[in-house]
Nanobody
Framework: DVQLQASGGGLVQAGGSLGLSCAAS????????IGWFRQAPGKEREGVSC????????WYADSVKGRFTISRDNAKNTVYLQMNSLKTEDTAVYYC?????????????WGKGTLVTVSS
């Protein structure tokens, strides 16, 4: 059974930190490009960060560059998003997404979101 489980959301004050986890089951994260997206109330879903399969190159949205760090632990089959210096505008539901690479191209999965609330 394929599943992506995002966790780690919560309430934090502006300037604080939170770490999100995206645990995969039923497939290997190293075979997939894994991305974090977020959707704030009344706004469209937007890409936040992603990490490529195998080689591990990363991408960040300009709004989070220098504050967020994405990483992957293949042994735990999990991708992380460390969020530092949080701002109120980071408040959103965060989702992880898997996009298959190489022989897995065309396979994609969304996880259920985890809510991050940053208070002023």
């Amino acid at each position: 059974d394929v599943q992506l489980q995002a966790s780690g959301g919560g309430l934090v004050q502006a300037g604080g930190s939170l770490g999100l986890s995206c645990a995969a089951s039923g497939f290997t994260v190293d075979d997939y490009n894994i991305g974090w997206f977020r959707q704030a109330p009344g706004k469209e879903r937007e890409g936040v960060s992603c990490i490529a399969s195998s080689g591990g190159s990363t991408w960040y949205a300009d709004s989070v560059k220098g504050r967020f760090t994405i990483s992957r632990d293949n042994a735990k089959n999990t991708v992380y998003l460390q969020m530092n210096s949080l701002k109120t505008e980071d408040t959103a539901v965060y989702y992880c997404y898997a996009d298959g690479a190489r022989q897995y191209r065309g396979r994609e999965f969304w996880g259920k979101g985890t809510l991050v609330t940053v208070s002023s």
